[in-house]
């Protein structure tokens, strides 16, 4: 029996082929988006170098004497276009003891403008020491930051 040297082995399920096109049409269709993430903690004064990115002075008033942020990351996904309706936990999902299935995905088919988007950023390395009640230095830091949304 000839087989071509390049065929699948394997059947697509129809998870994968979803998630196949799912990231094609952000790719494809994407535009860029600004956004700020961790808003909960950039806010505090106890966030160390994580409140650098929305407000930089905030780092003077910090509660901390020293400040060590190893690495930071983040990831959202919105959409108006899809609606996930789980039937147990997300936690069985997420470590891949419960199968998701293409059923508990359901149309928002409301009849308006439909967007995607999606955000990542990673947090480099940095640190922040306090040199008095109304001073701090902070060693250079890095940010790397994915925004694609698509309507």
């Known amino acids: 029996m000839y087989t071509r040297p390049f065929a699948r082995r394997t059947a697509m399920t129809p998870a994968l082929c979803f998630r196949k096109y799912l990231w094609l049409w952000l790719l494809v269709g994407a535009r860029g988006a600004a956004a700020q993430g961790w808003l909960g903690l950039a806010n505090s004064n106890y966030a160390g170098t994580n409140n650098l990115y929305v ?58 403008t439909k967007f995607a988007s999606i955000t990542g950023e990673l947090r480099l390395p940095s640190l922040m020491v306090s040199l008095g009640p109304r001073q701090a230095w902070r060693s250079p830091t890095g940010c790397a930051r994915l925004c694609r949304r698509a309507t």
């Open 55 to 112: 407000n930089p002075s905030a780092l003077a008033d910090s509660r901390h004497k020293f400040y060590l942020n190893m690495v930071g990351a983040d990831f959202n996904f919105y959409n108006t276009y899809l609606q996930l309706d789980l039937p147990a936990p997300a936690r069985g999902f997420i470590d891949g003891s419960r199968e998701l299935k293409r059923e508990y995905l359901t149309e928002q088919l409301s009849g308006g």
